[in-house]
């Protein structure tokens, strides 16, 4: 069972940091693309950070130059440093990645479980 694990969330004040850890347990083929979601309270899930499997990365507007992705493909993990919080970053935050889990398989988007992050002002 292919599974990602999320962990580094928390309580932080405004202006804090915090590093998100996303890590793959189970049989893995091959990982593609990696990213970052959100979820707040009455809104719908959004695309905070992407990270290609060469490094190519993109970013929400509202996090650029805040939240930095980044990979290592020997540990198939996925970061997300989150520095100059704001109350307004408060979410469940979720881990996505392109996998392929074998070589017969095909390759489809897995989630993790999701890790609260709460920024009080």
């Known amino acids: 069972q292919v599974q990602l694990v999320e962990s580094g969330g928390g309580l932080v004040q405004a202006g804090g940091s915090l590093r998100l850890s996303c890590a793959t347990s189970?049989?893995?083929?091959?990982?593609?693309?990696m990213a970052w979601y959100r979820q707040a309270p009455g809104k719908q899930r959004e695309l905070v950070a992407f990270?290609?499997?060469?490094?190519?990365?993109n970013y929400a507007d509202s996090v650029k130059g805040r939240f930095t992705i980044s990979r290592d493909n020997a540990k198939n993990t996925v970061y997300l440093q989150m520095n100059s919080l704001k109350p307004e970053d408060t979410a469940v935050y979720y881990c996505?990645?392109?996998?392929?889990?074998?070589?017969?398989?095909?390759?489809?988007?897995?989630w993790g479980q999701g890790t609260q992050v709460t920024v009080s002002s």
């Open positions: 189970g049989t893995i083929y091959s990982i593609n693309a």
């Open positions: 990270i290609s499997t060469a490094g190519s990365t």
């Open positions: 996505n990645a392109n996998m392929q889990i074998s070589i017969l398989s095909t390759t489809r988007n897995y």
